[in-house]
């Protein structure tokens, strides 16, 4: 395969993920946000995703409804935005 083929598939994976969490509510959090963003994302901004949605679903959860403060080791930046857009989704 070629890179872009690779890339293309790693897209891919990611979106079907986003979307098949176990939970229903970061399914509706995390898919959304995916199927608008990962076609432009390049491999580093795809690693920052993967690894946001490597965290446990219940952590995910409390922090996009603000119960709980994300640990030091998450990326707040990524999280803030996944957090903004599903809000403002929800707002609509």
Do not use: C
Not at 3 to 25: F, L, N, Q, V
Not at 46 to 69: F, I, T
């Amino acid at each position: 395969m070629a890179a872009g083929e690779d890339i293309a598939m790693r897209r891919k994976k990611i979106r079907y993920r986003a979307w098949h969490r176990g939970t229903r509510e970061m399914d509706l959090v995390l898919g959304p946000f995916a199927d608008e963003h990962t076609e432009d994302m390049e491999a580093a901004e795809l690693d920052r995703l993967e690894a946001l949605m490597e965290e446990e679903d219940p952590h995910l959860l409390k922090w996009v409804m603000g119960q709980e403060v994300p640990p030091e080791n998450v990326d707040i930046a990524l999280l803030d935005r996944v957090i903004a857009e599903h809000k403002a989704r929800v707002s609509k």
